[in-house]
T-cell receptor, first 112, second 117 residues
Framework: TQLLEQSPQFLSIQEGENLTVYCNSSSVFSSLQWYRQEPGEGPVLLVTVVTGGEVKKLKRLTFQFGDARKDSSLHITAAQPGDTGLYLCAGQSYYGNNRLAFGKGNQVVVIP | GAVVSQHPSWVICKSGTSVKIECRSLDFQATTMFWYRQFPKQSLMLMATSNEGSKATYEQGVEKDKFLINHASLTLSTLTVTSAHPEDSSFYIC?????????????FGPGTRLLVL
């Protein structure tokens, strides 16, 4: 079983502050994806990282894939209330199937 | 990006009835779709993998006779909750595989809220 552990599970910050959430595993992944889910809606794909050490930016969001392809981080600069949501990371294994292993998510609340 | 729709978005039914949920990939073809269940404040729980033209693969603990999956075309998969009971009330989300052989990319539908009375 490939377990993805996300931390912290819950984070509440003031608007304008920065935050970082983490996604860690003992398994190596061929790629890793981050999604954001708002209440009552399906997850929306934010980014896919493929190369170890890769950094991708999406406006104020910065995603990094660990060198060993076992972990990832998401950093949000100057958080806005619209950033509130459940951030899910999902990793694809090397074992030939196309299933993703999901973490339990980082619940982020940005207070205006 | 790829768009996945679900219908209905919410449904209320009486205990003992069956409910069908549709998942469609609108602008791409998907040989593989996935069905998830999500309880409040929890992550996604994979129920089954739906493969076009073949039987679905169910995760351990998911009753295949309870949750019937049909993937008759490259753009449509259906999940039927048979003889629904209150404990089946949940948020059901489907996703469709729009990736390549080397990189999996799942796009999610907006979800279906099921309430069984």
């Amino acid at each position: 079983t490939q377990l993805l552990e996300q931390s912290p599970q819950f984070l509440s910050i003031q608007e304008g502050e920065n935050l970082t959430v983490y996604c860690n595993s003992s398994s190596v992944f061929s790629s890793l994806q981050w999604y954001r889910q708002e209440p009552g809606e399906g997850p929306v794909l934010l980014v896919t990282v493929v190369t170890g050490g890769e950094v991708k930016k999406l406006k104020r969001l910065t995603f990094q894939f660990g060198d060993a392809r076992k972990d990832s981080s998401l950093h949000i600069t100057a958080a806005q209330p619209g950033d509130t949501g459940l951030y899910l990371c999902a990793g694809q294994s090397y074992y030939g199937n196309n299933r993703l292993a999901f973490g339990k998510g980082n619940q982020v609340v940005v207070i205006p | 990006g790829a768009v996945v729709s679900q219908h209905p978005s919410w449904v209320i039914c009486k205990s003992g009835t069956s409910v069908k949920i549709e998942c469609r990939s609108l602008d791409f073809q998907a040989t593989t779709m996935f069905w998830y269940r999500q309880f409040p404040k929890q992550s996604l729980m994979l129920m089954a993998t739906s493969n076009e033209g073949s039987k679905a693969t169910y995760e351990q603990g998911v009753e295949k006779d309870k949750f019937l999956i049909n993937h008759a075309s490259l753009t449509l998969s259906t999940l039927t909750v048979t003889s629904a009971h209150p404990e089946d009330s949940s948020f059901y989300i489907c996703s469709a595989d729009a990736g390549t052989a080397h990189q999996e990319t799942q796009y999610f539908g907006p979800g279906t809220r099921l309430l069984v009375l």
